[in-house]
């Protein structure tokens, strides 16, 4: 159960609506009047909970579950017990997410300007936005409407931020242009120098970094994620990417359309993730390389070459996934030959 300390819950909601809300189908006589209060895991979820069962990995788990609902692929809703009413889906987890957000609705924050928030004459703050303690907003900063600015933050000279954006504690943005519903976690800095140097008989020589940061609308940026300002041209986050804590992204990198950065991901610079590709924890992309459209990176992975788009890759340097089991398959029969020598 969700503390409501911390977190607001609306609801209760019927089967019928939250099925509606979901795009899920309560087995035929199910009681769709039945009223339900919270989503749960299938361990903790009771009779007045929804649950869901993505990986048949917790099979056991849901066949003995008091969850009083549960999204659930369509071949395994005739495990559920019979206390349950599956609700049947090709995708149990989006089911989940949207019935969450169902029961935790995101609102506008309550609108106010800290007396200790230091605020430029010049900036132009929108209407309903939030400007918590400490908060510093520089000259020429535009902040659209409804936008939560969180204690400690630093807006620097001539950024601008779309409407309903959310700038989290101690965060830093400068030289860059962002969009509308943008949310920028705890110490996440944009805008920031990149690592550019030219190497010359006397050592290295810092490359002015004079290009900005350009992120698009519904994108998310996990806490102490740096991005940084291109060189000549721009760093460019497109619409509805989502990247996690601790992420690196160098400069004039460009990540594509609702692409998935895990965390500890290090994006080098002017490398390029295509729309809707997926980059597992901690792996890396090397600069000047191009991740295809829809391209799939295990965990751990790194990419040193150009990587087509829709495969899936795994490795160091990454490889198309059926090469890399092969490989590891051929190591271990050379493993045991070497063994009966």
Request: proline letters at 5%.
């Amino acid at each position: 159960m969700t503390d409501v300390q911390f977190f607001t819950r609306a609801g209760p909601f019927d089967l019928a609506t939250i099925a509606e809300g979901t795009g899920a189908a309560p087995i035929e006589g199910a009681d769709t009047a039945r009223s339900f209060v919270d989503v749960a895991p299938l361990e903790t979820a009771g009779p007045d909970d929804i649950s869901f069962l993505d990986n048949k990995k917790y099979l056991e788990a849901f066949e003995v579950s008091r969850a009083g609902a549960c999204f659930v692929e369509p071949g395994l809703a005739d495990r559920a017990p019979a206390s349950m009413t599956p609700l049947v889906c090709d995708q149990p987890y989006l089911a989940l997410a949207l019935a969450t957000r169902m029961f935790y609705p995101s609102s506008a924050p309550e609108p106010g300007v800290s007396d200790t928030a230091h605020i430029d004459p010049s900036a132009v703050i929108g209407e309903g936005a939030r400007i918590e303690h400490g908060v510093v907003i520089s000259a020429g900063v535009q902040l659209g409407k409804r936008c939560h600015v969180a204690a400690g933050a630093v807006l620097y000279e001539n950024i601008r931020l779309g409407d309903d954006c959310h700038v989290g504690a101690g965060a830093t943005l400068m030289y860059c242009l962002i969009g509308d519903r943008v949310w920028i976690d705890t110490g996440v800095r944009v805008g920031t120098q990149g690592f550019g140097f030219a190497v010359g008989p006397k050592g290295a020589v810092r490359i002015p970094h004079t290009g900005r940061v350009l992120i698009g609308n519904d994108v998310e940026i996990g806490a102490n994620t740096t991005v940084d300002r291109g060189t000549a041209g721009d760093t460019e986050i497109s619409d509805g990417a989502m990247i996690d804590n601790q992420v690196q992204i160098a400069h004039n990198v460009k990540v594509g359309r609702g692409a998935i950065l895990a965390g500890q991901v290090g994006l080098a610079g002017s490398s390029q993730v295509g729309d809707y590709a997926m980059i597992g924890g901690k792996s890396g992309v090397a600069n000047h390389i191009k991740i295809g459209t829809g391209a799939k990176i295990g965990a751990l992975s790194g990419a040193a070459t150009d990587l087509e788009a829709g495969g899936t890759y795994l490795g160091q340097p990454a490889i198309p996934i059926k090469d890399f089991w092969r490989q590891q398959a051929a190591i271990r029969r050379l493993l045991k030959q070497s063994k009966r020598t």
